[in-house]
């Protein structure tokens, strides 16, 4: 009993804490902001071409994949100090929190280095977060965030052909060097971590509410089952609804052709048709598999962790619902640290970047965070130090080499073209 | 000296009365015409451009005057366009026939309590707009409070849902929109002169009478309002359909936005809006028509 950590340590509504913590704008974020009321980021980018100018430099950006010898960094890095302040924008519940409402883990990053951090959870989806910084970079202007965590399989992948990324500095980064997993290294979509290093990664695979489905499911295509009619869940979104959909269907995701699509989003058309899939759900799966609205769903592999640890662990208390790796193998994404064009502390998130990969503070945050880890040195110190075998034992925060063998990847877009095709057959699936 | 310099103002001043006068309407509608020019006009101009642009996020967008864009999202997603205007349709239609007797009782039979009774109609939509539809979404869950009681009593099949239908998506939009059609609809009920109603009764017509051919006609400028308020924004609603849909609910609402925020398909989302903003100003012309202007003047 003494081996498992604080109960009181998620007792803070994240929604109360998401209005706690927003970011307090300045005057000038004010005006930048203002645009974004209206709720048109056209409109904003238009404000903010013809309206606010920020006094930031118009750097040019770098070309994506360009060989880091090839830039000069201290354009983006001067002489290398920190300014002692990081304007950091997390998505929700992504960091330890204290019974406090506090982060061990920032507070001694704090201490160690004086770089005071404003953490905020300001990032909700990828797509929506872009939309508001992408017309600001594209006015040449600071977003207000010096480091940013984004999805891969389009979120990144966009950043780094719109060149609005700063490229890292690797001399900033041995922690990294030294103790992130070697399959987050050198990535498809950033070949050799020019512009990103991993923040957390997780599985999309099968979840399902163990009362009511009594034989496990071992494929994506025990979705497509009549079993569970109107009890199915799926993804509405472009990456994590077609990979798998393609990947159990035995066609390779990223050489697949736009033929092999039309097939995989008919056989996810017609179980829509037949009644089967119930809806194609945002991150509300989990309400609805909790609620029993689903029992048989896509998911993501921490959402399950959380779902199914007991209250007095920090979780939701539903030991029922369970996760699988499917056969054909889970997608493995990834999401992704990067500064912004323009940050005005670079210097402070890249010292930040290269503080999480130091394996003691890994291990806090991912018994804290419960999505896996970047750093496999941390499962030592989680069982040793921290005294959780809860955490350390799972194979959804540390998956064994095995899980990872089968795992495929989101799938990476040639050219915008590919991308609009692909969109062209599989949104009309998932928005129906 | 006093009387001298009294004259003296009056003498300048009275030409100058005349200028402020002439000036003083305009002057009057400064800030609204300044306010629709900067968050009205020069928005919807921007937006025409923008559907008239051809391109991509990462390569910018160019005004191409391509005009095709037009058919093309038609093309794409009419299903989703006239289904939106199927539903709120329908919803229109239900908080019409659910508010006008709300209306009319409160009218006249609240007596000295109707502010009570009005504020009662509007409490719940003092909590914000999301909060309430998801609200919808915990009670109607499948083993929520209302269908799981009633599965466990045997009463419903157990396959049976609310949730993920057209219908859960209507009513919630019905729901939603309730105050904007109760509201026009009291006010217009409420100002119906009595004695026209007393005159009717002495007439000697009946009760259905009375309604039909004198309380009725008398509150349709009411109604009139009432359809247009609430069915513009219903038309145009995503929330609903996003939190209590399922698969084929989507409405041009929910497109526009993944169009936007997902695609970044700039002149996709904003022909689709424009094409809605047209769809809904010719409706809104035609039904003028036929209900004639002068109800809206009246009730203006």
Known sequence: MNDQPDPARRPIDPALLRGLTQRRYSRRDMLRFAGYGVGSAGLAAFLAACGVKGSAPKASPTKPGASPSAIDFTKYYGDG????????????????????????????????????????????????????????LQAGQDTGYDLIVITNGGGIERMIALGFLTPLDHKFLPNWEANADPKTKNPNYDPGNVYTVAWQSGFTGIGYNSKVVKTPPTSFKDLLDPTYKGKVGMFANDQDLPCPAL????????????????????????????????????????????????????????????????????????????????????????DNMAIPLHAQHPVDAITYMNYVYDPKVAAEMADFIWYVTPVPGAQSVVLNDLKDPTVANSPLIFPSAQDLLQAKQYKVFKDSAEKDEWDSVWQPVYSS | MGQRMATGVQLVGKPKARLGKRLAPYLLTLP???????????????????????????????????????????????????????????????????????????????????????????????????????????????????????????????????????????????????????????????????????????LYAGRSQVFTRVIFPLSVPGVFAGILLTFVPAVGDYVNASILGGTKTTMIGNIVQLEFLQNFHYPVAAALSFLLMAVLLIGIFLYAKVLGTRSIQEYV
């Open chain 1, 247 to 334: 990947n159990a269907m035995g066609f390779d995701i990223d050489k697949s052709t736009s033929d092999q699509w039309k097939t995989a989003a008919d056989a996810v058309s017609k179980a829509r048709d037949d009644g089967i899939v119930r809806k194609f759900y945002d991150q509300s799966y989990i309400d609805a598999l909790e609620n029993g609205d689903i029992v048989l769903t896509q998911a993501w592999s921490g959402d399950i962790f959380i779902a199914s640890a007991p209250k007095s662990f920090g979780g939701d208390g539903f030991p029922e619902m369970k996760f699988v790796f499917p056969q054909e193998g889970p997608i493995y994404w990834h």
């Open chain 1, 81 to 136: 100090k920190p300014a002692g302040t990081l304007n950091f924008a997390n998505w929700e519940d992504y960091i330890d929190v204290d019974s406090k409402g506090n982060s061990p883990s920032l507070q001694a990053f704090t201490k160690q280095t004086g770089i005071k951090v404003n953490y905020k959870t300001v990032i909700n989806d990828n797509d929506p977060f872009l939309a508001k910084i992408i017309p600001v």
């Open chain 2, 32 to 202: 609204g015409g300044l306010w629709l020019l900067l968050f009205f006009l020069i928005p919807i101009l921007f937006m025409a451009s923008v559907s008239l642009q051809t391109g991509s996020l990462e390569q910018g967008f160019q005004l191409t005057w391509h005009v095709g864009r037009y058919w093309e999202v038609l093309r794409q997603y009419h299903v989703q366009f006239v289904r939106s205007l199927i539903y709120g349709s329908v919803a229109t239609g239900i908080t019409l026939l659910v508010a006008y007797p709300v209306a009319y009782w409160i009218a006249f039979h609240g007596g000295k309590h109707k502010t009570t009774f009005l504020f009662l109609l509007l409490l719940p939509f003092f909590v914000s707009f999301v909060i309430r539809t998801l609200a919808w979404q915990f009670i109607l869950a499948d083993d929520g409070l209302v269908l799981g009681t009633l599965k466990r009593w045997h009463l419903l099949p157990h396959s049976f849902h609310v949730l993920a239908t057209s219908a859960a998506v209507i009513s919630g939009i019905a729901y939603n929109f309730l105050p904007f059609m109760a509201l026009p609809l009291y006010v217009a009920i409420e100002r119906i002169d009595r004695r026209v109603v007393e005159a009717a009764h002495d």
